[in-house]
């Protein structure tokens, strides 16, 4: 039983003639008929009451019309998807990034990413982490990249980077002029810290209830960027991923200061759904990024 033949039939319930049937398809009448003669042999019922005009369905051709067209749509899903899936460049891929992702870590991927596909658009927004899981849940976001990744059934998770945290103080800060810092020295002092319900603030606070360090949170932004602009005025300390402040210790508005105590990092992946048919240049641009190189 060809899908052509499926086409058939389900034109012939739908034009109720077999005239305009085989006008459709390029084919005579007698080859219309022949192809509907073919499927109720086969299958040992009939279809088609052909005594009435217009034509009409039984109700076994009622049930096999319905299971025609699921066959057809899925067939037709499947094709699009095969095409979708070995096509040379979608034309566009869009990417949802948290800020310090998009701003910091991306850039060096997306220039590699043009050298083999110059011209697919690398479309970037910069969400929180909610967001971000929603657009990729919901197949509008090709790729999501997200710290502190959680897992989930819907989603294909890959690691990305480990980020290094440093501390982080004006230089105008007393703790400024230390080489290496133990943790337990951030106990008490004021803190520029992440929004409560970012997976970023989450982590930097298991790291310090996990040595029994108390801060003082005196400000809580939703990005890091804002997070340095108040640093940089010695409004408090902070610990931040060090690749974010890389600009502002090379100009001397930041200092970092690594930890004396274990290399803390904070983890970082790329997220995908599952249900989403991704194409030839959004799995290389998956490909490049779980390189890390």
Request: hydrophobic share 40%; charged share 25%.
């Amino acid at each position: 039983m060809h899908i052509e033949t499926l086409k058939i039939f389900c034109d012939l319930v739908e034009l109720e003639s077999f005239s305009k049937t085989a006008e459709k398809h390029l084919l005579s009448q007698s080859a219309v008929s022949q192809q509907l003669a073919q499927l109720e042999l086969a299958h040992k019922v009939q279809l088609l009451d052909r005594k009435k005009r217009p034509l009409e369905l039984t109700t076994t051709g009622r049930l096999f019309y319905d299971a025609c067209k699921d066959i057809i749509g899925r067939y037709e899903q499947l094709k699009s998807e095969l095409n979708t899936l070995h096509k040379p460049s979608a034309g566009r891929i869009n990417v949802a990034a948290i800020y310090s992702i998009g701003m910091h870590t991306l850039p060096d991927y997306v220039k590699k990413f043009m050298v083999k596909y110059p011209d697919v658009n690398v479309h970037i927004e910069y969400l929180s982490s909610a967001r971000i899981y929603e657009l990729v849940l919901a197949g509008e976001a090709d790729i999501g990249l997200v710290a502190v990744p959680r897992r989930d059934k819907r989603l294909e998770v890959y690691d990305l980077d480990d980020e290094p945290l440093v501390l982080v103080c004006s230089p105008k800060h007393p703790l400024a002029g230390e080489s290496q810092i133990d943790i337990h020295k951030a106990q008490f002092e004021r803190f520029i810290a992440f929004e409560k319900d970012t997976p970023t603030r989450k982590w930097i606070d298991g790291i310090l209830q996990r040595y029994n360090i108390a801060v003082r949170p005196v400000m809580e932004f939703d990005n890091v960027e804002t997070i340095k602009r108040a640093i940089e005025i010695n409004a408090g300390i902070s610990i931040l991923p060090e690749n974010t402040i890389v600009q502002e210790v090379s100009s001397g508005t930041i200092k970092a200061i690594p930890f004396s105590n274990e290399k803390f990092v904070r983890p970082t992946g790329i997220i995908v759904s599952k249900n989403k048919i991704l194409g030839q240049a959004v799995r290389y641009f998956i490909e490049l990024l779980r390189k890390k190189s």
